[in-house]
T-cell receptor, first 114, second 114 residues
Framework: GEQVEQRPPHLSVREGDSAVITCTYT??????FFWYKQEPGASLQLLMK?????EINEGQGFTVLLNKKDKRLSLNLTAAHPGDSAAYFC?????????????FGKGTLLTVTP | AQTIHQWPVAEIKAVGSPLSLGCTIK??????LYWYWQATGGTLQQLFYSITVGQVESVVQLNLSASRPKDDQFILSTEKLLLSHSGFYLC?????????????FGPGTRLLVL
């Protein structure tokens, strides 16, 4: 089955710096990808859904890049602020439009210091 | 607007005791429903999914079972808890339509097994 490797497990940056989290996946048939944010003690909040047909996706304060050739997905927070401190998870959805199984990376704990 | 509710918010249970966790979705008809387990330290594991009442598919069992007695309700249970069942249990929902299958997570239930 699909395997998703997420790096780094911990990331500490200063306010205003960029932060990059990367996931690699194994199943070339994975079609949907997701980034979720989890604040301490809370549930998962969807940041962005990425279709395999779109390589660059921009959100508020972040960019998601998808490289299908290398099977790599990255989240780039362009100017991190302390409110971005949280755990971030990537996930890959199986193919065929049936996203019944999501495979998650192990998460990255991001700390943004003032 | 759709709402997802999980109960209880938290539980402390003894090894060998039974468990029942619940999840309800309001505001969406016939959603796909999912159960996830998050171990201490962050890894997320999809346990079960259901696309219709009465049908549940197991992804990873972990000595747990799931049922969907109503369209808007998903139950996770076991007759005998293990220490390894401790963690954060998350219910999620998605629509069924192609391209609409983003999973949205509930607030979660924290379980401590002693």
């Amino acid at each position: 089955g699909e395997q998703v490797e997420q790096r780094p497990p911990h990331l500490s940056v200063r306010e205003g710096d960029s932060a990059v989290i990367t996931c690699t996946y194994t199943d070339p048939n994975s079609y949907y990808f997701f980034w979720y944010k989890q604040e301490p003690g809370a549930s998962l909040q969807l940041l962005m859904k990425v279709f395999s047909s779109t390589e660059i996706n921009e959100g508020q304060g972040f960019t998601v890049l998808l490289n299908k050739k290398d099977k790599r997905l990255s989240l780039n927070l362009t100017a991190a602020h302390p409110g971005d401190s949280a755990a971030y998870f990537c996930a890959a959805g199986n193919s065929g439009g049936s996203n019944y199984k999501l495979t998650f990376g192990k998460g990255t704990l991001l700390t943004v210091t003032p | 607007a759709q709402t997802i509710h999980q109960w209880p918010v938290a539980e402390i249970k003894a090894v060998g005791s039974p468990l029942s966790l619940g999840c309800t979705i309001k505001g969406k008809s016939s959603p796909n429903l999912y159960w996830y387990w998050q171990a201490t330290g962050g890894t997320l594991q999809q346990l079960f999914y259901s696309i219709t009442v009465g049908q549940v598919e197991s992804v990873v069992q972990l000595n747990l079972s799931a049922s969907r007695p109503k369209d808007d309700q998903f139950i996770l249970s076991t007759e005998k808890l293990l220490l390894s069942h401790s963690g954060f249990y998350l219910c999620a929902w998605s629509l069924r339509d192609w391209g609409q299958d983003t999973q949205y997570f509930g607030p979660g239930t924290r379980l401590l097994v002693l």
